[in-house]
């Protein structure tokens, strides 16, 4: 097990209204330095679909998500691991979202992109239930949903 800490900062800004949390970088985000950059990840081809839109560089997702008044963060502060499995995290130090939150006073929710960001965001920030939605991981990892479910459970949290 090696420990890492999240490598960038998130993507956010005044405006921002809707919080989506991962819970921690992929090797493959590592490498490309940019939040879910596995690509099989479906993450960036369902927010695509929703609005209608082609994501392709870095830059055009993070104008994206700021025009959407969408935030992307991760749950995850630091942490080891040996695999981008949530389930292979361990020794894991969170982000202080409330602190986010005070920041970013017009965000209203909270989508948790898989059930680790979901359980790490009840375990310690108990005051952000009403708030936070438990969103199915976008991960292929996430074999148990199809993309057809997914995309139509972050459609109705992102036009609710």
């Avoid at 330095?33 to 960036?44: K, L, P, V």
């Avoid at 942490?79 to 409330?98: E, G, K, M, T």
């Amino acid at each position: 097990m090696k420990e890492y800490a999240h490598p960038f900062d998130p993507i956010v800004d005044k405006n921002s209204q809707v919080l989506i949390l991962g819970s921690f970088p992929s090797f493959d985000s590592f490498k490309y330095s940019f939040y879910y950059a596995n690509r099989y990840n479906a993450f960036w081809k369902i927010m695509g679909e929703i609005y209608g839109v082609e994501l392709n560089s870095n830059e055009e997702k993070k104008e994206f998500l700021l025009d959407k008044k969408i935030a992307l963060w991760d749950m995850i502060k630091s942490c080891s691991r040996d695999s981008s499995l949530d389930s292979r995290l361990q020794d894991v130090v969170v982000n202080d979202i409330d602190e986010f939150l005070k920041k970013y006073p017009n965000i209203k929710k909270i989508g948790c992109n898989g059930r680790k960001s979901y359980d790490l965001l009840l375990k310690n920030f108990k005051s952000l239930k009403k708030m936070a939605y438990y969103l199915p991981s976008t991960s292929s990892a996430n074999a148990r949903m199809s993309y057809k479910e997914k995309f139509e459970i972050y459609k109705g949290f992102l036009n609710a």
